[in-house]
Each structure stands twice: as structure tokens, then as C-alpha cells.
């Protein structure tokens, strides 16, 4: 019913980041939501984690590359980072900072 | 692996459907005003879509139907239990969507949905027209699928596994039980609503039976030869409760073969066991509704698009949560929220007459072992050919060993984690 491309197809018509992502494919808002679960819808936290709306994009991409880096401590910001390339987290961060 | 991510190549005829049978309906759509959506069940799927598909798009006519006025939490349901929080804690009310998002809620039973006229049918008699449709409800306990567990046995041995009710029933059940008595958790074979679900529980009751009723044990019996988090899960019992949790595998004698609810007795292949309180956690399918629809295919879940999570089966109807195959996604309340974000941005994206964006989805279980115990499992997920993929080298499960101090801080975060999706999905 469904046509799917075939995957080898697929594999020689993409730019693979370093994690391999499509470069570009994911939208930072996309990313985003994942963050509000615990840090609050629209990045805005209702249980005293911090918040990401409107935060310098410099310093969310410092701390999310330490996390994923394990140059920072944490129970859970570490895993969590290494599931997004240094890209992905860039676009994040400067779409986290135009949030209010 | 390739993280192929693209929907165009993913979303295939499913867009193309989609967007043909908006063909008529393009005027409208053009102005980004029309479109009704309706969501059936307001757990933490369909509440997270209705609630976000208003924010990404204000003009959109957004209408919930729920059957319960209001929803009891399974996360921490199993505190519930534990006796460190009530069931006025887990409960809340979905108020807050029509009050600060403008979602038009319904209470009632959806009975049938008509993909061809798009319409929901309500056992009130009502029809709710659509335009595009999300089902999110949960799951349903397969009664009779074990041998003598149906409705009635439940009364007498409560699964406990859809909060409320029988979390109540469970809860009088360990408080009226004699010092000395070995409560039995029967798990259930893969795939079920949360993987560590039945280990929290163990933990909990252990919790309660240890500050109440020390000479006694938990027992869990289970179909499956290892679990969710399992060396934190032993790890933290062997700290917290030596000696009080046993737990056998199905191999060695944890699989249930038959039920008999009234003398509390489970058959196993190395004989019966019978406890002075019985917790069986029974097979699992999609919420009924997804059945009747044809939503789920002939193992009673549903398969859905990894980019869209609009059907394989119906067209115009989008599935997220339990219900679903979600690939290397569990069954949880995050990954419920997570890919509602997803399911509405789509739906949204194909009312106006876009194809889906690429996905990013998360899943984190947080477990409390111990009121100042707490162990996670986290994840991110992206689309591929083959479905949903944990990205390689991310998330997995808190470290072995950890001092006192950092597993305490699980457990307060375990408490925000909480807070947080509950209001990010109903506030
Ligand atoms: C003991 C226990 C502990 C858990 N702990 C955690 C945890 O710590 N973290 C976590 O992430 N997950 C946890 N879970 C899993 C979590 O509860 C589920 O994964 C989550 O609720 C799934 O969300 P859902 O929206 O798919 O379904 P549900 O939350 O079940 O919501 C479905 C809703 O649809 C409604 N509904 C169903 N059919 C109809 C119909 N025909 N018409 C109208 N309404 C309908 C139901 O009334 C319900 O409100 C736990 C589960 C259990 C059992």
C-alpha cells in the first residue's frame, strides 16, 4: 500500500552528520518539544529545573556540549545530550533563545 | 545505522492520501484557518496533542473526547501503593485545556469512528465530524488471554494496571494483609505498558511492607527471562530490601499458565503459588476503540507511520501512545508526549497541505526503588527506514554504582520529571 524508497536508495541521497542525522533534516522546534516535558511547555518550567526560553544561546550550547562531553555533571543531561549531534544542539540553542 | 530522517521519502502514500482527500477543503486550508481535529482519549498522548495542536495553529477547532472526568495517573500509582502519596495526588483534571488552550472537551465513550464519512461516533448517540482524527487510548487488559483471569477475578486479584479503582482495591488489599504474608506480582511476556512498571511496583510494596509489616516478601513471578533496568532494580533491592523481593524468571517456574482468583493461587510449570495477596498483571492490547476501528492489526496493536504516526491501516487517522508499534520506543508516558508533539505537528502541517517534518521523539522512565532511590532510562529517537531508532551512543540507564546522594537526586527529579509532564499535558 505504503511506498518507501528503498533503502539504498535513501542512504546515497544524504549528507550524514556526524551522529548520523540528515544534516538538516530535524527542525530545532522539533527538538525543543522533547526539552519541555521536564523543563516546561514553551521552555518555561513549572518544577524548579531551569529554564531554556530566552536563555543565551552561547551558554545552552556550552552546557549541553559539557553534559555531552561528560565535562559536567549530571544524573540524566549527559545521556540525554549525546543523543544530538553539535549541530543539532547549535540550531537548539539559538531557537531555545529566541523563545519569551 | 542510517538516521535517514526525510519524510519525503518516509511518508509515502500516506501524505499523498492525506492531502488528496483535503483536496476539496484546499480553499480553506489555504488560509490556514480550517480544520477540525478531534482526539479520542485524554491521557498523556491525547491531552499533549490536543493541547499542542492548538498552539501550533490557534485557528484550528480542536475537540477531546474523554470517558473519565478525570485522569488518574499511572505514573506514581505505584507510591500510591507504596503509601507515600494518595490517589488525590495522581488525580487531575483536564480543565486547564479548554481554559488555556481553547481544546472544546467532551465527555463521553467513542464506540466508532467512519474513515470514509470522517466521523467519530460517541455511545451518547453524538457524531463528531473530523477532518483529521487522533486515537490515543491507552491500552485494554485482554481478558480470558490467561486462564481464568477475566473482569470478576480482577475484583479478587486486581491487575492494578489502569489507575484508580483498582490501585485503591490493590492498596486495602496490602493493608488488610497479616505480617508474614508473601504479596505475588505476576509480569506479563513483552511488549506491555511500561517495562519497568512491575519492578517500581515490587520496590514500592517492599517500601510498605518493610516499614509495616517487615517479616513479610514480595514474590514476582514473571513470563519474561530479564527486564527493564534490571541490574539497577536488583542492585537497589539488595541495598535497600535484603532478602525481601525473590524474583523468578520464566523459565524458572515465573510463567503463569492459569488463574484461580478466589483461593489468590497462580499455576506455574513448577506448581502453584499462592499468595496472601495477588497483583497479576495480565496481556495487554491496544484501548478497545482501536480494534473497533481497525486501527490495530491481528496481535491487537497498532502500525503506524514512524514520520506521521498516521495509520498503515486507515488513512485520515493518526495513532500515538500505548496502542502502537513505536519501534524501539517503550510503552510510556513520555514517549505518549512525545510523539503527541509529533502526531500534531503533522497533523497541522497536513491540514494545511505540508507533509510531515522530520521527527525527534524521547522517552525517560524514572523508577523509585526507594522514597530516596530513584534510576532512569532515557532515550532519543529518530525515524529510519526500518522505523524508530534510538540514536546510537545516547540515553540508557543511570550508572551501576552511584553514591547514596545521586540516587536521591533521582528521586527528586523523578518528582519533577512528574510535575512536569503532567503539566506539560493537561495544564
Ligand atoms: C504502574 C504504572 C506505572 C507507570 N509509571 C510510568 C512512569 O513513571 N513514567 C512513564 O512515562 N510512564 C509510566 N507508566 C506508563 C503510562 O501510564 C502509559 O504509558 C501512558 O499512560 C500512555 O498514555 P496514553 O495516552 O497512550 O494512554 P492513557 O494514559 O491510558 O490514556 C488513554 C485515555 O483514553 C481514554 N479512552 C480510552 N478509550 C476511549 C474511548 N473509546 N473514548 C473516550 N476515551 C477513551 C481513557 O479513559 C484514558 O484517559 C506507568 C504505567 C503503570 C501501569
Same mark, same amino acid.
Request: charged share 20%; proline share 6%; aromatic share 6%.
Given at each position: 500500500?505504503?511506498?518507501?524508497i528503498?533503502?539504498?536508495?535513501?542512504?546515497?541521497s544524504?549528507?550524514l552528520?556526524?551522529?548520523g542525522?540528515a544534516?538538516?533534516a530535524?527542525?530545532?522546534?522539533?527538538?525543543a518539544?522533547?526539552?519541555?516535558?521536564?523543563?516546561?511547555?514553551?521552555g518555561?518550567?513549572?518544577n524548579?529545573?531551569?529554564p531554556?526560553?530566552?536563555?543565551?544561546?552561547?551558554a545552552?550550547?556550552?552546557?549541553?556540549?559539557?553534559?555531552r562531553?561528560?565535562r559536567?555533571?549530571?544524573?540524566?543531561m549527559?545521556?540525554?545530550?549525546?543523543?544530538?549531534?553539535?549541530?543539532?544542539?547549535?540550531a537548539?540553542?539559538?531557537y531555545?533563545?529566541?523563545?519569551? | 545505522?542510517?538516521?535517514?530522517?526525510?519524510?519525503?521519502?518516509?511518508?509515502?502514500?500516506?501524505?499523498?492520501?492525506?492531502?488528496?482527500?483535503?483536496?476539496?477543503?484546499?480553499?480553506?486550508?489555504?488560509?490556514?484557518?480550517a480544520g477540525r481535529?478531534v482526539v479520542?482519549?485524554g491521557g498523556?498522548?491525547g =491531552?499533549t =496533542?490536543?493541547?499542542?495542536?492548538r498552539?501550533?495553529n490557534?485557528?484550528?477547532?480542536?475537540?477531546?473526547?474523554e470517558?473519565d472526568?478525570s485522569?488518574?495517573?499511572?505514573?506514581f500509582?505505584?507510591?500510591?501503593l507504596?503509601?507515600?502519596r494518595?490517589l488525590?495526588?495522581?488525580?487531575h483534571?483536564?480543565?486547564?485545556l479548554?481554559?488555556?488552550h481553547?481544546?472544546?472537551?467532551?465527555?463521553?465513550?467513542?464506540?466508532?469512528i467512519d474513515?470514509g464519512s470522517?466521523?467519530?461516533?460517541?455511545?451518547?448517540g453524538?457524531?463528531l465530524p473530523?477532518?483529521?482524527?487522533?486515537?490515543?487510548?491507552?491500552?485494554?487488559?485482554?481478558f480470558g488471554?490467561?486462564e481464568?483471569?477475566?473482569?470478576?477475578a480482577?475484583e479478587l486479584?486486581p491487575? =492494578?494496571?489502569?489507575a484508580?479503582p483498582q490501585t485503591?482495591?490493590l492498596?486495602r488489599?496490602?493493608?488488610a494483609?497479616d505480617d508474614?504474608?508473601?504479596?505475588?506480582?505476576a509480569?506479563?511476556a513483552?511488549?506491555?505498558?511500561c517495562?519497568?512498571?512491575?519492578?517500581?511496583?515490587?520496590s514500592?510494596i517492599?517500601?510498605?511492607?518493610?516499614?509495616?509489616?517487615?517479616?513479610?516478601k514480595?514474590l514476582i513471578?514473571?513470563a519474561k527471562e530479564n527486564?527493564?533496568k534490571?541490574?539497577?532494580?536488583q542492585?537497589g533491592?539488595?541495598?535497600?530490601?535484603?532478602?525481601?523481593?525473590?524474583?523468578v524468571?520464566?523459565s524458572?517456574?515465573?510463567?503463569?499458565s492459569?488463574?484461580?482468583a478466589?483461593?489468590?493461587?497462580?499455576a506455574t510449570?513448577?506448581?502453584?503459588?499462592?499468595?496472601?495477596?495477588?497483583?497479576?498483571?495480565?496481556?495487554?492490547?491496544?484501548?478497545?476503540?482501536?480494534?473497533? =476501528?481497525?486501527l490495530a492489526?491481528?496481535?491487537?496493536?497498532?502500525?503506524v507511520?514512524?514520520?506521521?504516526?498516521?495509520?498503515k491501516?486507515?488513512p485520515g487517522?493518526?495513532?500515538?501512545?500505548?496502542?502502537?508499534y513505536?519501534?524501539?520506543?517503550p510503552?510510556?508516558?513520555?514517549a505518549?508526549?512525545?510523539?503527541?508533539?509529533?502526531?500534531?505537528?503533522?497533523m497541522?502541517?497536513?491540514?494545511g497541505g505540508?507533509?510531515?517534518?522530520?521527527?525527534?521523539?524521547?522517552?525517560?522512565c524514572?523508577?523509585?526503588?526507594?522514597?530516596?532511590?530513584?534510576?532512569?532510562?532515557?532515550?532519543i529517537y529518530?525515524?529510519t527506514?526500518?522505523?524508530?531508532?534510538e540514536v546510537p551512543?545516547s540515553?540508557?540507564?543511570?550508572?551501576a554504582?552511584?553514591a547514596?546522594a545521586?540516587?536521591?537526586?533521582?528521586?527528586?527529579?523523578?518528582d519533577?520529571?512528574?510535575?512536569?509532564i503532567v503539566?506539560?499535558?493537561l495544564?
Amino acid at each position: 500500500m505504503r511506498t518507501y524508497i528503498k533503502p539504498a536508495a535513501l542512504a546515497a541521497s544524504l549528507v550524514l552528520s556526524a551522529s548520523g542525522a540528515a544534516a538538516d533534516a530535524i527542525k530545532p522546534e522539533t527538538m525543543a518539544r522533547n526539552c519541555f516535558t521536564c523543563h516546561g511547555t514553551g521552555g518555561h518550567p513549572v518544577n524548579g529545573l531551569a529554564p531554556l526560553a530566552g536563555i543565551d544561546a552561547k551558554a545552552i550550547e556550552t552546557s549541553m556540549i559539557d553534559f555531552r562531553n561528560d565535562r559536567r555533571q549530571a544524573t540524566i543531561m549527559n545521556r540525554i545530550a549525546r543523543g544530538l549531534s553539535e549541530a543539532e544542539i547549535a540550531a537548539l540553542a539559538q531557537y531555545l533563545s529566541t523563545l519569551k | 545505522m542510517s538516521r535517514e530522517t526525510r519524510r519525503k521519502f518516509l511518508i509515502g502514500a500516506g501524505a499523498a492520501l492525506g492531502t488528496l482527500a483535503y483536496g476539496r477543503f484546499a480553499p480553506a486550508i489555504a488560509q490556514g484557518a480550517a480544520g477540525r481535529i478531534v482526539v479520542i482519549g485524554g491521557g498523556f498522548g491525547g =491531552a499533549t =496533542a490536543a493541547k499542542y495542536a492548538r498552539l501550533l495553529n490557534p485557528a484550528l477547532d480542536v475537540t477531546l473526547v474523554e470517558r473519565d472526568p478525570s485522569y488518574v495517573t499511572c505514573p506514581f500509582s505505584n507510591m500510591v501503593l507504596g503509601g507515600t502519596r494518595t490517589l488525590a495526588d495522581i488525580t487531575h483534571d483536564r480543565s486547564g485545556l479548554a481554559r488555556n488552550h481553547g481544546v472544546k472537551l467532551v465527555q463521553g465513550e467513542a464506540i466508532g469512528i467512519d474513515a470514509g464519512s470522517r466521523q467519530v461516533r460517541l455511545a451518547s448517540g453524538q457524531t463528531l465530524p473530523y477532518d483529521r482524527l487522533l486515537v490515543a487510548p491507552g491500552i485494554d487488559i485482554r481478558f480470558g488471554a490467561v486462564e481464568g483471569y477475566d473482569e470478576a477475578a480482577a475484583e479478587l486479584m486486581p491487575h =492494578a494496571w489502569k489507575a484508580g479503582p483498582q490501585t485503591a482495591l490493590l492498596r486495602r488489599q496490602l493493608e488488610a494483609m497479616d505480617d508474614g504474608g508473601t504479596v505475588i506480582i505476576a509480569a506479563p511476556a513483552n511488549p506491555f505498558r511500561c517495562p519497568p512498571g512491575p519492578y517500581e511496583r515490587a520496590s514500592m510494596i517492599a517500601h510498605y511492607l518493610k516499614t509495616h509489616k517487615p517479616r513479610s516478601k514480595v514474590l514476582i513471578l514473571d513470563a519474561k527471562e530479564n527486564f527493564s533496568k534490571q541490574g539497577l532494580f536488583q542492585g537497589g533491592w539488595e541495598a535497600v530490601y535484603p532478602g525481601m523481593i525473590e524474583w523468578v524468571s520464566g523459565s524458572a517456574g515465573g510463567k503463569v499458565s492459569r488463574v484461580d482468583a478466589r483461593n489468590r493461587t497462580l499455576a506455574t510449570e513448577f506448581g502453584a503459588q499462592k499468595g496472601a495477596v495477588v497483583n497479576f498483571i495480565p496481556p495487554q492490547q491496544a484501548g478497545r476503540i482501536a480494534i473497533a =476501528a481497525g486501527l490495530a492489526d491481528d496481535k491487537g496493536w497498532c502500525p503506524v507511520d514512524p514520520v506521521s504516526f498516521e495509520s498503515k491501516q486507515v488513512p485520515g487517522v493518526h495513532v500515538i501512545g500505548d496502542a502502537i508499534y513505536a519501534g524501539a520506543m517503550p510503552k510510556s508516558g513520555t514517549a505518549a508526549n512525545s510523539q503527541a508533539k509529533i502526531a500534531a505537528a503533522a497533523m497541522v502541517g497536513l491540514l494545511g497541505g505540508k507533509a510531515a517534518d522530520a521527527p525527534m521523539l524521547a522517552n525517560t522512565c524514572y523508577s523509585l526503588v526507594g522514597p530516596d532511590y530513584g534510576i532512569s532510562v532515557t532515550g532519543i529517537y529518530v525515524a529510519t527506514a526500518e522505523g524508530i531508532k534510538e540514536v546510537p551512543n545516547s540515553g540508557g540507564v543511570s550508572p551501576a554504582r552511584a553514591a547514596a546522594a545521586i540516587r536521591k537526586q533521582e528521586a527528586v527529579y523523578t518528582d519533577a520529571w512528574y510535575k512536569g509532564i503532567v503539566a506539560d499535558s493537561l495544564a
